[in-house]
């Protein structure tokens, strides 16, 4: 065979016309080559596989059809079932004679063992008068629109219909039901429907034994989905995609787009009993790939034109091959170093071989400066890559520190503004509360109700603790800082906390000698101890002893990181430790976060700590955690020294009123009506002259009546006319007159307001204040209106120093 090729080839080569090929440049002879070899086998392979793909394609949507056909058949077969059925129903005697109830025995008794179907009657106004699906003595309520319509279209008809997807109105479960008139006497008396629960519909879908890649669904008149697969359990019940329904009711294979919104072929039927319509659809990019077999098919063809082909580009080829080797073999050897001389026998390869003679001696000397070159350049890419991760590392890490700082600022933003708003509502309840104790407790005579006033005052003031707290937590409150026992104090909390925690647990209490009064707010303080010795008690929860130690200490590192500090500042160190399953370093870390609590669902809200921290700070003072797993937890709060002149805090008060004091007329405002009711109850029993108002409107109306008012008392939070706005308005009015701005807040409005104030008759007074101690402030405004001069000054604080400070490692806490 190859002999006599080669000698078909020799033949041929001796033509003429085939030796003037020697005279073509590489160009045209490689153009010659590929188009011996591609013309003919690319036209054979495009009309094949377009044959092919075409064969395939109809192949696949008559498939379809088939199927659709099928299933439409099916559907028809399964409702034609619950029609004969209702047909059978709707004959019943006593369904005809009206005896429901005999009715109603006989339909439980053949849907006893149904679990997709029941049957259901109504009158001819839609009204159920049966429905097996209800429970015995249940209220009927009227057909849904949707039955309500089917049945008339039956009635009209006296045929069965089948209607659309619903919900019931009952069993809430989506069905459709086959409608039949009942006929008395050749007149329509009331309406028959076997409802039924379209489950099955989807098993008819999966035994089609479809291929996976198959798409199948049954609609309803209205475009809702019988059966869908897959995806049945999402889609039951919802709206097919646009095309699917705007083809309902047609037969016939089209292109629409499926709900995912990709082009599906779908083939439709038209289930001829109830007028629902069967999709059976394959993705169009699928159905297109099934040419991909009638390609193999094609190549197998192509192989035989190929061959050929080969016996013209033969002839070709050797023409063109003779130059190249050449060409090859002095480029070897000038890869080698070694200058050849060969016989291009081609123009071009003439050419060419001159170039590439100059091309390896330039090549010689470029290899060399290119090699120094890249030497220096590589070097210099890794000193800037060094430099750049450097810099990079440097920017991702404080850009990370500057969000996580940014996102715990929004949150005490966030937690600050709703304390606010909280503390605002509930200090009104408080002092309307505590105003009304007082009169009780004044006026009554029986000692069970006076003792009931007093519970009553002593709950508003915890509550008024309670809001010091959250405004402490969001820094909005205001600390009332004293002179505090520490000794006595902690042993006031034990004695308290050993009745209230349980038995299992022991309150080692360990106060150093000589230990000096700290400077703090002392309810606040207790309820920061209380949240600490809680979150120890949680923490051992098989019981054990918990330490509660105070003794005199330097500044700690936290608060030398915050503020800095001086030295020799002195403080008293809190600390509270127990001896549980301690916590890791990263929980550890967030344990000051708001809201972030270890405890389970319920027991805990994440606020404990983060309050008595803010607590701390603004006492000037720190709160720190030490803890490890196996070891325990110990917290430590460290709170001012108490300085010597704070002893005497209380002599700058006010003295009590005297009977004998004139008392000034006062103007009180305030939106809430009972809370202003009681305070004005209250001053008046003191002696006070009192006017009302309810706004800042009605206010000023009064005090331009020219009425002897000498102060003015008033709400800051009020709709329309603010407290603020109404004492600039009032003094620019009145110039002198002396006014007092109630606060259950400390908004902004109230403190810039007061920062502005200096020179002007302005007190600002936080909710809830006792009757006693607002007669106090307001016979202080009026002698400071008189004299000019404030009966007190506040005494500035001092500041604060700072050195380094240790944890103890051993997890208990040294006295």
């Known amino acids: 065979m190859g002999r006599w090729f080669g000698g078909l080839l020799n033949f041929i080569e001796r033509k003429p016309t085939v030796a003037a090929l020697d005279s073509w440049t590489i160009e045209r002879r490689l153009t010659a080559l590929v188009l011996a070899l591609a013309v003919p086998l690319n036209i054979l392979v495009v009309v094949v596989v377009w044959h092919v793909a075409s064969a395939q394609q109809d192949y696949a949507r008559n498939s379809l059809q088939y199927t659709a056909r099928a299933v439409a058949q099916g559907v028809d077969a399964e409702v034609d079932k619950y029609i004969r059925?209702?047909?059978?129903?709707s004959r019943s005697p006593a369904l005809?004679?009206?005896?429901?109830g005999t009715f109603e025995a006989e339909a439980r008794a053949i849907?006893?063992?149904?679990?997709?179907?029941?049957?259901?009657?109504?009158?001819?106004?839609?009204?159920?008068?049966?429905?097996l699906a209800a429970t015995p003595g249940q209220k009927l309520p009227p057909r849904p629109p949707s039955a309500v319509a089917a049945q008339r279209l039956a009635a009209s008809k006296r045929a069965p219909v089948v209607s659309s997807l619903r919900r019931g109105p009952i069993a809430t479960d989506w069905v459709f039901s086959v409608e039949l008139p009942v006929i008395r006497g050749g007149e329509v008396v009331r309406a028959l429907g076997v409802v039924v629960k379209p489950q099955g519909f989807v098993r008819l879908l999966n035994a089609q034994s479809m291929p996976a890649n198959w798409l199948a669904g049954i609609i309803d008149q209205e475009g809702r989905f019988i059966a869908r697969v897959p995806g049945n359990d999402r889609l039951f019940g919802a709206l097919a995609s646009n095309g699917f329904r705007a083809s309902r009711g047609k037969e016939g294979v089209s292109e629409i787009l499926s709900l995912e919104a990709k082009p599906i072929v779908q083939a439709n039927a038209v289930a001829s009993l109830s007028g629902w319509t069967v999709g059976i659809a394959i993705h169009t990019d699928e159905l297109l790939s099934t040419a991909l077999g009638a390609m193999a098919w094609a190549a197998g063809a192509g192989v035989l034109v190929s061959t050929l082909s080969l016996i013209l580009a033969a002839l070709i080829a050797r023409r063109i091959t003779q130059p190249i080797k050449s060409l090859h073999f002095g480029a070897q050897s000038l890869l080698r170093g070694d200058m050849a001389d060969i016989d291009p026998k081609s123009p071009e390869i003439s050419e060419v071989w001159d170039s590439l003679r100059q091309v390896a001696a330039e090549r010689r000397r470029a290899e060399a400066a290119r090699r120094e070159s890249e030497e220096r350049s590589q070097e210099a890419l890794r000193r800037i890559n060094a430099d750049l991760e450097t810099r990079v590392r440097q920017e991702v890490e404080a850009r990370e520190l500057?969000?996580?700082?940014?996102?715990?600022?929004?949150?005490?933003?966030?937690?600050?503004?709703?304390?606010?708003?909280?503390a605002h509502d509930f200090n009104n309840i408080l002092q309307t509360m505590l105003a009304g104790a007082s009169q009780v407790e004044r006026r009554s005579t029986d000692p069970k109700i006076a003792k009931v006033a007093r519970l009553l005052n002593e709950a508003a003031q915890r509550g008024a603790s309670i809001t010091r707290r959250l405004l402490s937590f969001a820094r909005q409150g205001e600390l009332r800082p004293e002179p505090v026992d520490v000794a006595a104090t902690l042993n006031g909390l034990r004695e308290m906390m050993t009745a209230t925690i349980s038995p299992n647990y022991?309150?080692?209490?360990?106060?150093?000698d000589d230990l000096p009064w700290a400077l703090v707010d002392k309810g606040q303080l207790e309820a920061a101890l209380v949240n600490l010795i809680i979150n120890a008690r949680d923490a051992t929860p098989d019981g054990g002893a918990i330490e509660i130690s105070a003794k005199l200490d330097g500044p700690p590192d936290p608060l030398c990181a915050r503020d800095g500090a001086r030295d020799g500042a002195r403080f008293v160190r809190f600390a509270v430790a127990d001896h549980g399953t301690g916590m890791d370093e990263a929980t550890v870390k967030r344990a000051l976060e708001p809201f972030f609590t270890t405890k389970g669902s319920g027991a805990g809200t994440g606020l404990g700590l983060p309050m008595a921290r803010s607590f701390a700070e603004q006492s000037g003072g720190a709160l720190a955690v030490d803890s490890a797993p196996g070891r325990g937890t110990i917290v430590s709060l460290w709170i001012p020294v108490a300085a010597e002149a704070a002893f005497v805090g209380a002599a700058g008060r006010l003295p009590a009123l005297t009977q004998s004091e004139r008392r000034?007329?006062?103007?009180?405002?305030?939106?809430?009506?009972?809370?202003?009711h009681m305070l004005a109850a209250e001053l008046a029993e003191q002696g006070f002259q009192l006017v009302e108002a309810a706004d800042g409107i009605e206010a000023l109306r009064l005090l331009g009546e020219n009425r002897a008012i000498d102060v003015l008392v008033t709400d800051l939070a009020m709709p329309g006319m603010n407290g603020v706005d109404l004492i600039r308005e009032a003094q620019a009015v009145r110039p002198g007159l002396a006014a007092i701005l109630i606060t259950g807040n400390a908004m902004e409005a109230a403190t810039a307001f007061m920062a502005n104030a200096e020179g002007k008759k302005v007190g600002l007074v936080r909710k809830p204040i006792d009757s006693a101690g607002l007669a106090e402030r307001i016979m202080g405004m009026v002698a400071t209106s008189e004299t000019g001069e404030p009966l007190q000054k506040e005494r500035p604080g001092a500041p604060i120093a700072c050195d380094r400070w240790d944890l103890m490692s051993s997890g208990r806490v040294d006295p």
């Open 85 to 89: 059925l209702a047909d059978a129903l």
């Open 96 to 100: 005809v004679n009206g005896d429901i």
């Open 111 to 131: 849907f006893a063992d149904s679990r997709d179907a029941y049957v259901v009657v109504g009158d001819l106004d839609g009204q159920l008068l049966l429905n």
């Open 402 to 422: 500057a969000q996580a700082k940014l996102l715990q600022s929004e949150k005490l933003a966030a937690l600050g503004q709703l304390a606010g708003g909280v």
């Open 506 to 512: 022991e309150l080692c209490l360990a106060v150093a």
């Open 664 to 676: 000034p007329a006062v103007l009180l405002v305030d939106d809430e009506e009972a809370l202003r």
